[in-house]
């Protein structure tokens, strides 16, 4: 990036000094100059004109050049696609700035928060009422004061009443100089902001820019990590390198640029650590541990959930084996950035085999929506237990607020058991704290081969011992599960599921020396008894780690 030295910083060394008149800088296009003589000039303040032609492609460097020329206090930069409706306007923009001399940058329309593209017009919540082509006013609510602070305003008028050099190294087009300009702007300490409005100022000859895809991948590079919030990525892997180097490598090519990524590996060789130094190790996102000494894959998911980055604000955990959609870090920001109270997103997700082919859906992973939705926690709650279904996902699926997690980390509140594995009761601890946005786009890829965990006779009795337990803990703390029937379905398709344990363990009788077996049948006494007791579910499992192994 070129180093630049903001001129604001030349004139208060002495080298240039302001005068007090308006600088118009506009791009000629036919009529322009006419149509901004026609403005009000305010009082005691002279207007000088500097024209742009119009066939000139860089205007950031056109707009940098006529700044240097030019010693106004006051600069207004006019694109061609633009009519002023109001008069006043100059008078209107002078008064705001004597008022806010913190404010460096205005404009007339803006937005409060940019989605992921960086495209103010995209954006939900928009500030300043512009007209269309058609003289239609343009989404957006007019400004609650004289100058209503955004991050970002709109390119096609810019009032300055500071000199901050334009990025003529990054951008040249129209799109993305307004965005810019606000972040190089608050960079050098100023305020960016809308000029309020009791009517639209002006009226858009072109309701729409296109956005030049390297002007764009430019400006997200740039600024995304100002303008977007830290998402860390949290990896535990165990001897599956390539796997692994393709999970890793879905994470790097996310469109989101703003990542935290960590890695924690308890491979017993060097293979998986070859693969991050061969293709990673340049990426200052990645932070890579590898753990030989681990033995098993609990000290591994122990270091991976006390992993925290006090800068992230999302959470979002990557099983090895499992990969990302290249916008999905980026499409679920945005459901977060739209919907403030929203906790956790989550999406449909595919099924690929071992060499990455799609998988038809299995029953627990089709939809269960239609179109993208927001859920009441409460009711994504309810959904899962009465259906007996992970409608969430698994951990690879789920973008998290951390602030909704319990301790930051994986898991329920209470005494940590062998049985919560750390999906559900991640997910029910989330769900009682807010709302899910259910995603119906496949933003995820769920892989199912051989040396897959789920394959493993303990995790299968464990999930089902852990489906029982937070039935137990949505009965004891009055959440989810509020009416008898709701009670009764839960149980009851808990022990219709459980039927086919019962039959394996009628198949194999020698299972049923091993501990979690035994587990597993307290626990199915202590469901079949709650039909009869008024829903009270009563059981009592070993609680330590090493218990069942």
Not at 139 to 148: K, M, P, W
Not at 288 to 304: K, M, Q, S, V
Request: net charge negative.
């Amino acid at each position: 990036m070129v180093k630049v030295v903001p001129l604001d910083e030349r004139r208060r060394k002495g080298r240039m000094s302001y005068t007090e008149t308006i600088a118009i800088i506009y791009v000629d296009a036919k009529g322009m100059r006419e149509h901004l003589q026609s403005l009000a000039v305010p009082e005691n303040m002279n207007v000088r004109f500097y024209p742009i032609p119009a066939r000139e492609r860089n205007r950031a460097a056109a707009f940098q050049r006529v700044m240097q020329q030019s010693d106004a206090r006051y600069k207004v930069y006019v694109g061609e696609e633009i009519r002023i409706h109001r008069k006043s306007l100059l008078s209107d923009i002078v008064a705001a700035f004597q008022q806010h001399p913190d404010i460096g940058l205005l404009g007339l329309s803006g937005a409060k928060q940019l989605l992921t593209s960086g495209i103010t017009y995209l954006a939900s919540e928009r500030v300043g009422i512009v007209l269309d082509g058609a003289g239609r006013p343009l989404i957006g609510t007019a400004a609650r004061s004289l100058c209503e602070p955004v991050q970002a305003v709109d390119g096609y008028l810019l009032a300055t009443q500071r000199d901050v050099d334009w990025r003529q190294d990054l951008l040249q087009e129209t799109l993305f100089l307004g965005p810019s300009a606000s972040c190089e702007f608050r960079r050098a300490g100023y305020g960016v902001a809308v000029l309020s409005e009791e009517a639209p100022a002006c009226q858009l000859l072109r309701n729409a820019l296109s956005a030049d895809a390297r002007e764009q991948e430019a400006f997200l590079d740039e600024y995304s990590k100002e303008l977007y919030p830290l998402v860390s990525i949290i990896i535990p892997t165990y001897q599956r390198p390539e796997y692994f180097r393709q999970a890793l490598e879905s994470v790097v090519r996310q469109t989101y640029r703003n990542l935290d990524i960590f890695v924690t590996d308890n491979s017993h060789d060097e293979a998986t650590k070859q693969v991050y130094e061969q293709y990673f190790s340049g990426d200052s996102r990645i932070r890579y541990e590898h753990h030989p000494e681990y033995d098993g894959a609990e000290a591994n998911w122990h270091r991976a959930n006390t992993y925290d980055n006090p800068d992230a604000t999302y959470v979002n955990w990557l099983m090895d084996d499992d990969l990302f959609h290249p916008e999905k870090i980026a499409a679920m920001i945005d459901c977060f950035l739209q919907h403030p109270g929203v906790v956790l997103v989550t999406s449909y997700r595919r099924l690929i085999d071992a060499d990455g082919k799609e998988l038809p859906d299995a029953p627990w992973s089709k939809s269960p929506l239609a179109s993208t939705t927001r859920v009441k926690g409460d009711g994504m709650g309810r959904a899962m237990l009465v259906n007996m279904l992970n409608i969430i996902g698994e951990p690879t699926t789920a973008l998290v607020r951390k602030s909704a997690l319990y301790r930051g980390h994986l898991g329920w509140p209470g005494e940590s058991k062998k049985y919560w594995i750390s999906d559900y009761p991640t997910w029910f601890h989330v769900l009682s704290q807010g709302d899910v946005i259910y995603m119906t786009e496949p933003l995820s890829f769920f892989r199912q081969h051989p040396g897959q965990q789920q394959k493993d006779g303990f995790v299968y009795a464990a999930g089902l011992i852990c489906w029982a337990l937070m039935v137990r803990e949505a009965l004891v703390h009055g959440i989810f599960l509020r009416t008898d029937a709701d009670r009764l379905q839960a149980v009851v398709l808990w022990l219709l599921m459980s039927t086919e344990a019962l039959d394996m363990l009628y198949q194999h009788p020698e299972l049923q020396q091993r501990a979690y077996w035994k587990d597993f049948l307290k626990v199915y006494g202590g469901m079949a008894d709650a039909l009869s007791n008024g829903y009270h579910v009563a059981f009592d499992v070993e609680t330590n780690q090493e218990a069942g192994k």
